[in-house]
């Protein structure tokens, strides 16, 4: 069973405040006042048996409530979305072992310690989006889109992205780096992430792809790189096949509102399973639009 709470003016939830649900099972909690700023040690423990999923978004939260979350041995699933947390330390989430999705969304996060996440030894998917981070390092389904990440796409990028710590991200599929202020992609960050299929670069000041920074990456189905608006000085303004030539799995490319004005012969010759290829928009830099496009580079897409 699952409870979603809408509850007006209360700031503390108490070591009493969902006592009355003992016993009846409860697998899904949801409480959001907008205003809960403390949640007392104790909290949870009367459902902590059952509780599978529970959700504390769109409060006032500082901080993890860790001391109400440690007894919820079997927790699934944590939203913690749309707070003010400030910071993640090793003991935020000591307790929950059993956790495999965890929602930090929209809060007010600028540092992360190295073991904030080693007790969660099950998570697979972690939500960052929205905070006001410099640097993080994680997992299988990793999104740090809307934040503050600038510069190339290297070693000081994404967990300062040291490479050493990427490199042992061996089962990260989904990267997810759109809206923020990257202005490169090189081959060294990303060559350990082999069963990368998803990499999501739009709305940066990508300006630069090198060559090999693809290559490893034969299982990448969806590549963004569309809406470099913040500085039309650093738009993408050619395509040459080198980066793209290993992408054999291809089916999305989208890489709208660009400063395209060259797209090279082999660019797309490898790509016979593009379904979705977009180009339009080139608004910025109308010096740039795109001015011709041969039958060369799209003549092998029969599935476009």
Same mark, same amino acid.
């Given at each position: 069973?699952?409870?979603? =709470?809408?509850?007006?003016?209360?700031?503390?939830?108490?070591?009493?405040?969902?006592?009355?649900?003992?016993?009846?099972?409860?697998?899904?909690?949801?409480?959001?006042?907008?205003?809960?700023?403390?949640? $007392? $040690?104790?909290?949870?423990?009367?459902?902590? #048996?059952?509780?599978?999923?529970?959700?504390?978004?769109? +409060?006032?939260?500082?901080?993890?409530?860790?001391?109400?979350?440690?007894?919820?041995?079997?927790?699934?699933?944590?939203?913690?979305?749309?707070?003010? @947390?400030?910071?993640?330390?090793? +003991?935020?989430?000591?307790?929950?072992?059993? *956790?495999?999705?965890?929602?930090?969304?929209?809060?007010?996060?600028?540092?992360?310690?190295?073991?904030?996440?080693?007790?969660?030894?099950?998570?697979?998917?972690?939500?960052?989006?929205?905070?006001?981070?410099?640097?993080?390092?994680?997992?299988?389904?990793?999104?740090?889109?809307?934040?503050?990440?600038?510069?190339?796409?290297?070693?000081?990028?994404?967990?300062?992205?040291? =490479?050493?710590?990427?490199?042992?991200?061996? #089962?990260?599929?989904?990267?997810?780096?759109?809206?923020?202020?990257?202005?490169?992609?090189?081959?060294?960050?990303?060559?350990?992430?082999? $069963?990368?299929?998803? *990499?999501?670069?739009?709305?940066?000041?990508?300006?630069? @792809?090198?060559?090999?920074?693809?290559?490893?990456?034969?299982?990448?189905?969806?590549?963004?790189?569309?809406?470099?608006?913040?500085?039309?000085?650093? +738009? *993408?303004?050619?395509?040459?096949?080198?980066?793209?030539?290993?992408?054999?799995?291809?089916? =999305?490319?989208?890489?709208?509102?660009?400063?395209? #004005?060259?797209?090279?012969?082999?660019?797309?010759?490898?790509?016979?399973?593009?379904?979705?290829?977009?180009?339009?928009?080139?608004?910025?830099?109308?010096?740039? +639009?795109?001015?011709?496009?041969?039958?060369?580079?799209?003549?092998?897409?029969?599935?476009?």
């Amino acid at each position: 069973s699952l409870l979603d =709470c809408s509850l007006r003016g209360v700031t503390v939830l108490s070591s009493t405040s969902v006592s009355e649900l003992a016993g009846v099972g409860l697998h899904g909690l949801v409480i959001s006042s907008g205003e809960i700023r403390r949640v $007392q $040690q104790g909290a949870f423990g009367d459902v902590a #048996s059952t509780l599978l999923a529970l959700g504390l978004p769109n +409060n006032q939260l500082p901080s993890v409530p860790t001391e109400a979350l440690t007894r919820l041995s079997y927790l699934d699933r944590l939203d913690l979305s749309n707070n003010k @947390i400030h910071t993640l330390d090793p +003991n935020s989430f000591k307790g929950i072992r059993n *956790l495999t999705y965890l929602d930090i969304s929209d809060n007010q996060l600028t540092d992360i310690s190295a073991d904030s996440f080693k007790p969660l030894v099950k998570l697979n998917t972690l939500r960052l989006r929205g905070n006001l981070l410099k640097e993080a390092h994680m997992l299988r389904d990793l999104d740090l889109s809307g934040n503050a990440l600038e510069g190339p796409v290297g070693p000081t990028t994404v967990p300062a992205l040291s =490479c050493a710590s990427l490199a042992q991200l061996t #089962s990260l599929t989904h990267l997810d780096l759109s809206h923020n202020f990257l202005r490169s992609l090189s081959a060294e960050p990303l060559k350990s992430l082999s $069963q990368l299929s998803c *990499l999501l670069l739009h709305d940066n000041d990508i300006s630069m @792809i090198d060559d090999g920074a693809l290559a490893m990456h034969k299982d990448l189905t969806r590549f963004t790189i569309e809406g470099t608006l913040l500085n039309a000085a650093y +738009n *993408l303004r050619s395509l040459s096949a080198e980066p793209l030539k290993s992408l054999s799995q291809l089916s =999305c490319l989208l890489l709208h509102d660009n400063d395209i #004005s060259m797209i090279d012969d082999e660019a797309l010759a490898m790509h016979k399973d593009l379904t979705r290829f977009t180009i339009e928009g080139t608004l910025l830099n109308a010096a740039y +639009n795109l001015r011709s496009l041969s039958a060369e580079p799209l003549k092998s897409l029969s599935q476009l």
